[in-house]
């Protein structure tokens, strides 16, 4: 049969839309009638951004998906950088006693945004060995706690400062458990978001056809950038909520690119291949 010939075509494609079924909770109301609409959400859900940016499986990519690997690979490691920079940073405002607001403050000393630089440096630097990403992040949050107080921290302080820089650097430390959680949240939000400006199911700028009027052109060029700010607003927002206000904006650029990855494949190929292969799980519920 034609679904059969899609799956030996792509046995990875299909093998994700499995595991996809395995993710499935009642509480989503997913059946063969639901709209395309609520079949694309549940793709850029739990599909993309469970079953791919933060699977905990062994999994190879879908071939549908694996032109954008290197986009893939960017978003996980800078969702990761912001998850570590958030949680460093909230343990630098309580323990040098600022007060969290601070980190989502429009007005911040030069001082700190040096600081905030610094640290996302050396947190996306390459480190070959581990006691050397530890030195070196100790030092920038260090440095980070003493621009948001505006003082040198007390030893005591600096050890217990220390201590918390360590255990989130080794995954041990309740906070980063958090906003582990959160940053997922985040990414769900980013991908299944939709512009109020969009017609129902319409998330990906449209695709030019040729022989396209220079007129035409730049309205889907103002479009596309008021879709752009539209979006980096709303996700700015739930950023912030979430807890990533200290890496706002970094956490925004690539929601944005995680959007655009699904966006993208769901538009080329949700239709013809992920809606028939969702239904033909369906049929074995």
Known sequence: SPIEGLQQMLPFTWNWVKQMH?????????????????????????????????????????????????????????????????????HACNISKVGTSLLSSSV?????????????????????EQTELESDTIEAVGSLAKALAERYLAVEELVTLKNHTLAVLRGGDPVIKLLDNRV??????????????SPPGITAPMQMKTGRSVMKTEDNARMIKSTKEEFSLAAKRE??????????????????????????????????????????????D
């Open 22 to 90: 395995t993710l499935f909770s009642d509480s989503e109301n997913l059946t063969p009638q639901s709209s395309l609409e609520h079949k694309m959400d549940f793709v850029k859900g739990k599909g993309f951004v469970d079953g791919v940016l933060f699977t905990r499986n062994q999994l190879v990519l879908p071939e549908i998906l694996l032109l954008d690997a290197e986009s893939i690979n960017n978003i996980r490691k800078e969702a990761r950088c912001c998850v570590i920079a958030s949680a460093l940073a909230l």
């Open 239 to 284: 950023a912030s909520r979430l807890g990533f206000a200290f890496c706002g904006s970094d956490l925004v650029g690539v929601g944005n690119e995680a959007r655009n990855v699904i966006s993208l494949a769901w538009t080329t190929y949700g239709r013809n291949i992920l809606e028939r292969f969702l239904g033909v799980m369906q049929r074995w």
């Open 184 to 197: 997922q949240s985040f990414f769900r939000f980013a991908c299944k978001w939709k512009s109020d400006m």
């Open 108 to 128: 911040t000393t030069d001082e700190v945004n040096d600081a905030r630089q610094a640290l996302s440096s050396v947190l996306r630097r390459q480190h070959f």
